[in-house]
């Protein structure tokens, strides 16, 4: 399948899953450490729907790091081979983490708590993260990451794969984001994409120097509608937006500065989009193409219960929970919203430009 037949495939004819015709989709994945195997539930399960053709995928961290591999095992496998490419991924990331200094207390995992908010060494990390720079506690800068993203990523069939790539990493010197593409995307890319700068050294590419891509957009949305032949986009959304009252320990108030700051971008590039499809609704070219595109979230009130210190927990268990969180996640939006995919948004964006 070339990149100019997903375009081509709604005007097919209704396959045998529901008697709906093939409909092509965007996917918008945030990052979040090991989070991200929430993501992968939801992609794992979205894939299973014959009808619902990737068009295009934008992501950030591990969210950039789950689009390239499922387009990296579509363009060898289809649908299944992205499943396979994504399960074999996470079980390299938990094989690594068994390694990890970080590892929850005993208390922790009798009580079934997937924190490390009590582990002495995540404890002692995060405390010298925040006086000693990365380039003292890792003089080499290597980061685990590194070997498997190249044992995982056919990055020769990723670039000429059917699926289109937004990588989103932030350039330290100007503090704005660059999008690589699929003819861009390397190791180098993946790990600058998730490159949190308290805890790895600044990953250069072309002479620049680039941190996480969630400073600058968590993710960058504006290429789906740009470049994209699909008007539905599904946001997966790890990051919560809410939480209920006010952290008041310093490592609440932290995470949730975290979580603020990595969600701010994506939520002023919603409200532009929702303010530009308002005032493009009776124009034509690119302003009818941001009238008519629909938006929808996946998202689990799960997440809020994480602390920021499980984002770095990669044990099995704990990716194999979050996958399942995000198959059922996928399964209650497929329920609830099957009808409206092709149709109408299910986010609504307009009540995020109220009080702008």
Known sequence: ???????????????????????????????????????????????????????????????????????SGYATGGRQGARRAL?????????????SPFQRSPLDVLLGRWTLDNSPLFVAMDMMSRVVSPYTLSPGGANPLDDI??????????????????????????????????????????????????????????????????????????????????????????????RPGAPNTAREILNRLNEVSFNAVLLKELRMMAMLRRNASRGNGEGARWANMRLHRIASDRMAELGYSSKLNAEWDFLTMLHAEGRTSAEAFHQAHRGHLGKTSTLDLDALTKGV
Request: hydrophobic share 45%; aromatic share 8%.
């Open 1 to 71: 399948m070339t990149r100019t037949a997903v375009s081509k495939v709604a005007s097919k004819g209704p396959k045998a899953n529901g008697g709906r015709r093939p409909l092509p989709i965007d996917m918008a994945l945030q990052g979040g450490g090991s989070h991200g195997a929430y993501t992968w539930g939801v992609l794992d399960r979205v894939l299973e729907e014959d009808w619902l053709v990737i068009d295009a995928i934008s992501g950030t961290s591990a969210g950039a790091m789950n689009a390239a591999v499922l387009a």
């Open 87 to 99: 399960e074999r991924f996470w079980r390299k990331v938990a094989d690594a983490a068994r390694f």
């Open 149 to 242: 993203l190249a044992e995982a990523i056919d990055f020769d069939a990723l670039a000429r794969g059917p699926i289109k790539l937004f990588v989103t990493a932030t350039n330290v010197r100007t503090g704005m984001g660059r999008v690589f593409r699929n003819h861009e995307i390397t190791p180098k890319a993946l790990l600058a994409s998730a490159c949190l700068p308290t805890l790895f050294q600044a990953i250069e590419i072309d002479g620049d120097s680039y941190w996480d891509g969630g400073y600058s957009g968590n993710p960058t949305m504006t290429p789906l509608i740009r470049e994209s032949e699909a008007l539905d986009t599904i946001l997966v959304q790890i990051n919560p937006v809410e």
